[in-house]
């Protein structure tokens, strides 16, 4: 980022990871050792159970983070049990990551299901945040910040086994961010997400066209988080 004013965005998915105590233990190290930075955004979408926990954490320690969800009902409020309707999750969330590569397979999720979540969103005043997993994925209408995140590169980065896995490159995604906005407007945002480790961020961030990362494993642990916050800041 030397040398850019662009603002960046951090955003920690936890998927369904950590309990209760082991969120608010999360919340307070990484609050209090955030680098005070107005370029950075960082957000955290836990699981639906510890939002209003993570939401309180973070009011009272008046931490610079925002809060997400990992999803949201395509539906309004209502008769829709188990649902996480928009208007119901503004009290707790600014931005909701929508149509991620592990709910499109294991939930079946569609182009269209996700379409509505981005309108229901829109409607509630929550940031969708809608995952594509390469080039042909549509980016929905309103849509105006997505993570590319190819799947073959999702959950490699900790491994630390050659050839078993890997992030994107940096220059690659940042072609993929450059098409993405060619074609759906340059005020697009594009994040990339996929293996997002300490050690290769910085590639990632410092590119012309990606805005930010998203980021799974890494995120878990506070002190690892940390380090990617502070790699930004290099
Ligand atoms: P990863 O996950 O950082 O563990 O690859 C990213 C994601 O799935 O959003």
């Not at 900790?158 to 993405?180: H, M, Q, S, W, Y």
Request: with cysteine; charged share 25%; proline share 4%.
């Amino acid at each position: 980022m030397a040398g850019s004013d662009k603002s960046i965005w951090i955003i920690a998915n936890w998927k369904s990871n950590k309990t209760i105590a082991e969120t608010l233990d999360w919340v307070s190290s990484v609050g209090s050792k955030l680098p005070k930075r107005e370029d950075l955004k960082v957000v955290v979408c836990p699981t639906f159970s510890a939002l209003s926990e993570v939401k309180k954490a973070i009011t009272v320690g008046n931490f610079p983070i925002m809060v997400g969800s990992q999803d949201l009902s395509p539906f309004e409020a209502g008769a829709y049990t188990g649902e996480e309707s928009a208007s119901l999750l503004k009290e707790l969330v600014e931005l909701s990551i929508i149509g991620h590569s592990e709910r499109r397979k294991n939930f079946s999720e569609t182009d269209e299901m996700i379409s509505k979540k981005v309108k229901r969103a829109n409607e509630a005043g929550i940031t969708p945040l809608v995952c594509v997993q390469d080039e042909e994925t549509p980016v929905p209408e309103e849509c105006k910040m997505i993570a590319y995140e190819p799947i073959w590169a999702i959950s490699t980065g900790l491994t630390n086994t050659p050839g078993v896995g890997r992030a994107d490159t940096p220059e690659d995604a940042n072609k993929l961010a450059i098409r993405f906005k060619q074609k759906y407007g340059k005020e697009l945002e594009v994040i990339y997400g996929g293996s997002v480790t300490a050690t290769n961020v910085k590639g990632f961030i410092i590119q012309s066209d990606i805005d930010g990362v998203l980021v799974g494993n890494a995120s878990l642990d506070a002190e690892e988080f940390i380090k990617i916050l502070k790699a930004c800041k290099e």
